[in-house]
């Protein structure tokens, strides 16, 4: 399932190669419903954890949003997909991930990082901000500083500099 | 929790916080579900970014828990200072200082 939604994604970033690519939910969240212990229900479990771990570790630039790149479903989630275009963000170093296709993934996300809200970048499995910290990175010119530095641009193209 | 409201956000941030100055903007269009705001407080001093945020987050927790969309500028006085006649609620993210999909 999980290789099924690379592919589309490689094709979708074949033919729109400015767009980003998208991901369909991770697999490891269509694990065997159990019942949940109310220990369980209150923690972050370990198969989200992995799961999220691994989704982290997915590509260098990894969001977590509402909607897709092509479409996405929140202003503030457009926002950081219009930063990261701008900033010229390699789609083949990028992924996203779409938190409403999965209410576990939804939550869970929030308690991984202990960040309340969503959109939320991670680079280099370190997570970054949401979108007020990535608006501010974009405009001091700390966020190019860091997709320089990681190496994750599109070659030859200078991410477009804002005044 | 009773409901938020502008002045319920301005006076939990001004009492947990330190803030000296708050400006709380609902910027849902009047449901009560999205908040923008700019907090100075000398509790930011030698935080960066990242740091600011999760201390207004943790301050924060239930209300930000029970609302849509929340923004955040976070200032210290001295910076705050600077740029006092243009600092304001940041509406990035939002179209016309209303943001979209409040219903998700």
Redesign the interface.
Known sequence: MFSRSLASSFLRQAARPAAAASRAPLSAFRAPISPLTPFQIRLLSDTTRTAIDKAIASAPVVLFM?GTPETP????S??VIQILGIQGVSPEKFAAFNV?EDPELRAGIKEYS????IPQLYVDKQ???????L???HQNGDLQKLFEEQKVLVEGEEGEKKE | MASITEASLREAITQRLGAIHVEVTDMSGGCGQAFTSLIVSPQFEDLK??KR??LV?TAL?DE??AIH?????CQTPQEWEKEKDTAAP?L????GGH???TS?
């Open positions: 509402k479903q929140c202003g503030f457009r926002a409403l202990d960040w309340p809200t997570f970054v901000g949401g979108c007020d910290i608006v501010s990175m | 970014s990242l945020h999760r987050n927790k930000i828990a969309a929340w923004t955040a500028k940041s990035d993210g939002t179209v943001v979209e999909g998700q």
